[in-house]
């Protein structure tokens, strides 16, 4: 009779401590499914987003990614001020595990850092005349293609190389506005952006042609005058090469640090441009 007893008790405890068990690990395992359900959905590149009419929106949009160093000196730099900027990338650039981890990393940044498309042999190597010939058109919009496949690119925002031409929902505007490269590309639903300032690049060195006061009167007097492509609105181009050296990094650093200090100024990637979120 106390043997049976005995082997009750030892019974029920081993069942208490499985319940405890159970408990504490069903704890557990919800705790997990709240931090989970905790976490913010990270948005998709493309995703629209409500512009402020009170702000002035600006647009970073560097050409001919990678080039490093100048491409890793201008993404430490924006990540330093806290500020969003597109890279447009070009495929024949991507040469090599380095260049394409550059890439990667530009892709899985978002949405601080956005890459969009640029052609993948940079107008048939700059070959523009070429590149726009009506002749030439099927052969120019698969180097878009080929481009949006080997980069990964998932968003249709184009730049043209070369030229300065917007195109959006059947609106076209620029040098380009008839060429029938640029109307099969808005056909297929392609948004085409150009620019409104260039800091460009001095004779052939890799340096910036324009000093930082320069750009910054560029850009006030452009919000200032209302002749921007859309209204307060700003799509700067320059290159990632212009930054390989460090001077010349800390210039663009310093650029953004003073327009960062007119609260009206904010940046943005260029898919939240107004005639590219326009569906």
Same mark, same amino acid.
């Given at each position: 009779m106390n043997l049976l007893k005995i082997m009750a008790g030892v019974g029920l405890g081993v069942l208490a401590m499985a319940t405890t068990s159970s408990c504490k690990n069903s704890g557990t395992n919800n705790k997990a499914t709240d931090s989970t359900k905790a976490a913010p959905a990270k948005p998709l590149p493309g995703s629209a987003i409500k512009l402020d009419s009170s702000k002035r929106y600006i647009y970073l949009t560097w050409d001919d990614s990678p080039q490093p160093?100048?491409?890793? /000196?201008?993404?430490?730099?924006?990540?330093?001020?806290?500020?969003?900027?597109?890279?447009f990338g070009v495929g024949f650039n991507k040469v090599g595990p380095w260049k394409k981890r550059i890439i990667d990393s530009i892709r899985n940044d978002y949405p601080q850092f956005l890459l969009a498309n640029h052609s993948f042999s940079h107008?048939? /190597?700059?070959?523009? =005349?070429?590149?726009y010939s009506p002749s030439m058109t099927d052969s120019a919009l698969h180097d878009f293609l080929k481009?949006?496949?080997?980069? /990964?690119?998932?968003?249709k925002i184009i730049r043209l190389p070369g030229n300065n031409t917007w195109a959006s929902n059947g609106k076209i505007d620029g040098q380009k506005a008839n060429n029938p490269l640029v109307v099969k590309l808005d056909s297929l639903g392609y948004k085409i952006v150009g620019w409104d300032i260039e800091w460009g690049q001095q004779?052939?060195?890799?340096?910036?042609?324009? =000093?930082?006061?320069?750009?910054?009167?560029?850009?006030?007097?452009?919000f200032e005058d209302g002749s921007t492509n859309q209204q307060n609105t700003i799509v700067i181009l320059s290159h990632d090469r212009l930054f390989e050296k460090k001077q010349f990094a800390d210039s663009l650093s310093k650029f953004i640090s003073i327009l960062k200090q007119d609260k009206r100024n904010v940046f943005e990637t260029i898919d939240h441009y107004p005639t590219v979120q326009n569906k």
């Open positions: 160093p100048g491409t890793i /000196n201008c993404k430490a730099v924006f990540r330093e001020q806290g500020i969003k900027a597109t890279f107008g048939f /190597n700059d070959k523009y =005349s070429k590149f481009n949006e496949k080997e980069l /990964n690119i998932q968003v004779n052939k060195m890799k340096a910036p042609k324009e =000093s930082v006061e320069e750009m910054l009167k560029k850009v006030n007097q452009k």
